[in-house]
């Protein structure tokens, strides 16, 4: 699969088309990045990965957070209205996920969308290592969405970008006419009273401009909250806790210390936009 894939990347050094080889991907110039043992592609070409990629730690807590199922409703809902998009698409439709971790979002949608392929983007190696595992019909790449993707003009059809950055410009470069870029983000009142009584990062109040204002032309097309009850173990707080931007400011130790106080049943709420766009012409 990583053959077919290789197709619609690019050099990230000189934007020429890759090939894959004795167990790397070569572009004509002769830059070479090494296949993994674990499957994934670095493509940072030298670049270091930034402060903020996700450390082991987090993506652990990230890996079994999702596998014990407490996001499966959103996983459902966002492959339910990318399979809807691609019903008419061409053979072999292409999903990106710029901002991938573990993968977990993609391989649902890879698995509603059986004639699809996907490529999975992440800054942090540990993510992308999980990544590679996700779906037989996902690439992994070590990459930075907010440089220039190592991908050819115009050959996505779906971008997924699930609590991710944003790069309007490139995504607006890889999407074919006509493709859907789907954007996944925290709703007011996502994880109350959990975030509230544990003195956790809450939903910026201005995350919608921001939104906006990074899809530069971009045009809303629908957006639909998708909501669901939680019913956390104190382990899973701390691990819903270790898996976010929350990870970066909070002391683990005396989070388990506070949670220690709580009955192990914690009733929360998961609360999300899941919004498509379209590029304008």
Same mark, same amino acid.
Not at 166 to 194: C, D, K, Y
């Given at each position: ?8 990347? %690019? ?9 894959? *080889? /004795?167990? #790397?991907?070569?572009?004509? %110039?002769?830059? =070479? ?11 940072? #070409? ?13 993506? @652990?807590?990230? @890996? ?41 979002y993609l391989g649902a949608v890879l698995d509603a969308a ?19 595992? !996700?779906?037989?019909?996902? *690439?992994?790449?070590? #990459? ?9 003009? !115009? ?6 970008? +699930? ?6 410009? /490139? ?42 204002a990074g899809l530069e032309g971009f045009t809303l097309e ?17 691990? +819903? ?8 400011? !909070? ?23 899941? =919004? ?6």
């Open positions: 699969m990583l053959a077919d894939i290789a197709g619609h990347l %690019r050099c990230p050094v000189c934007r020429g088309p890759v090939r894959l *080889g /004795e167990g #790397a991907l070569r572009c004509e %110039r002769g830059h =070479s990045f090494d296949v993994a043992r674990q499957g994934y592609v670095s493509l940072l #070409a030298g670049s270091r990965p930034p402060g903020t990629a996700d450390t082991p730690a987090m993506v @652990a807590a990230r @890996a079994a957070f999702l596998a014990a199922g407490h996001y499966a409703p959103l996983a459902r809902a966002l492959a339910g209205a990318v399979a809807g998009l691609l019903r008419d698409a061409p053979p072999y439709p292409l999903v990106v996920d710029a901002g991938t971790g573990t993968g977990y059986p004639q699809a392929i996907g490529m999975a983007f992440d800054i942090s190696k540990h993510a992308v290592r999980r990544a590679a595992r !996700a779906h037989e019909r996902a *690439g992994a790449f070590v #990459a930075d969405v907010w440089r220039p993707l190592p991908v050819a003009d !115009a050959v996505a059809d779906v971008i997924l970008n +699930v609590f991710a950055p944003r790069n309007g410009p /490139e995504f607006r470069r890889i999407l074919r006419p006509g493709g859907a870029l789907m954007v996944v983000t925290p709703a007011p009142g996502h994880l109350s009273p959990l975030v509230e009584e544990l003195g956790l990062l809450s939903v910026d109040p201005d995350k919608d401009r921001r939104l906006a629908s957006r639909r909250e998708v909501g669901f009850d939680l019913l956390l173990t104190r382990e899973d707080a701390l691990l +819903v806790t270790g898996m976010g931007p929350s990870a970066w400011h !909070a002391d683990m130790s005396q989070l388990k210390e506070r949670l220690a106080q709580y009955p192990d049943q914690l009733k929360t709420r998961a609360n999300f936009y899941l =919004s498509s766009f379209k590029a304008g012409s």
